[in-house]
Nanobody, 126 residues
Framework: QVQLVESGGGLVQAGGSLRLSCVAS????????IGWFRQAPGKEREFVGA????????RYTDSVKGRITHSRDNAKNTVYLEMNSLKPEDTAVYFC???????????????????WGQGTQVTVSS
């Protein structure tokens, strides 16, 4: 059974930082690109960024560029999303997802991801 489990969310003041983790099991982790999405109340799920199987290629949506760092440790089946200079508009449930290449880069649709985690809440207070 494939599982993606996010952790690291919480309540933080504007300007603060959080490090989200996504731990995978039940799949050949190094075969999948990993993406992060977020969904705020009443809004559609939004692509945040993706990291390639090797970790060499990374992309971010424009709204988080310069504030987020994406990394992965294939030996630990884990992907990290370091978020800095957080803003109230970053408040959302953050999900990690796994997809076969070129998903996450050539296309990023949520419906094209293969596996999803349950999400972790990030709340940024002003």
């Amino acid at each position: 059974q494939v599982q993606l489990v996010e952790s690291g969310g919480g309540l933080v003041q504007a300007g603060g930082s959080l490090r989200l983790s996504c731990v995978a099991s039940g799949l050949t982790f190094s075969s999948y690109n990993i993406g992060w999405f977020r969904q705020a109340p009443g809004k559609e799920r939004e692509f945040v960024g993706a990291i390639s199987r090797s970790g060499r290629d990374i992309r971010y949506t424009d709204s988080v560029k310069g504030r987020i760092t994406h990394s992965r440790d294939n030996a630990k089946n884990t992907v990290y999303l370091e978020m800095n200079s957080l803003k109230p508009e970053d408040t959302a449930v953050y999900f990690c997802a796994a997809g076969s290449p070129p998903w996450g880069f050539a296309y990023t649709g949520a419906s094209s991801a293969t596996y999803w985690g349950q999400g972790t809440q990030v709340t940024v207070s002003s």
